[in-house]
C-alpha cells in the first residue's frame, strides 16, 4: 500500500478475516484490540487440555502464532482496525477488474472517472453486475478515496473469493 502509517501489510487474509469479524461484532468493546482479537482466536481451541502452544490445527496455530507476533511488536492495546486489511466487495472488485483491462494500473481516481465515464454502466449492460449495486459501489468506491486518497492504486484492494 502508498500509506506508511498503515501496517496491515503483513498481515495474513485470515487473520485479517477475523479482525474484520471482532471489528464488526457489536458485543465486544470497541474499539477492539489486538488483546480481543487474540481472545476471538483462541475461541477456536476446543479443550483446555491442549497447551495453548499446541493446537491440533495448524491454521489455528499460524493464527495464534501471528497474532501473538503483533501483540510483542505493537502492544495488546493496539487498535485492530490498522492490522485489517482493506478489501472491496465482490462487485467493486468485478469494476476495478474491468479498470485494470481498460487503464493497466489505475489509481482510485482513474477508475471513478472510468465510472463515471460509462464503465459501471457497461458492466450493468453485459449483465455482470445488477442495476441495484450501482449505488453501493459508487460509494464504496468513494469511501476508499477518501480514507486512501485518490492515488491508491485500484489492484491493492481486490478481493477474490
Known sequence: ????TDVY?????ALSAVIEKVINDEE?????????VREEV????????????RFSDDQMQELRDEID???EEYG???AAVRFFKPRASQA?????DA???KLDEPSLAQLFDELENGLLANLIGKGELDDDEAQTVTAELQALINKYGPEAIAEEFVRYV
Open 92 to 96: 467493486l472488485t468485478q469494476l476495478i
Open 9 to 13: 501489510e503483513n498481515t495474513s487474509e
Open 99 to 101: 479498470g485494470i483491462d
Open 1 to 4: 500500500m502508498t500509506l506508511a
Open 69 to 71: 507476533y503483533l501483540i
Open 42 to 53: 483462541l475461541k477456536g481451541v476446543k479443550t483446555v487440555t491442549i497447551p495453548l502452544n
Open 28 to 36: 465486544i468493546a470497541q474499539p477492539a484490540s489486538l488483546a480481543s
Open 76 to 78: 495488546k492495546d493496539a
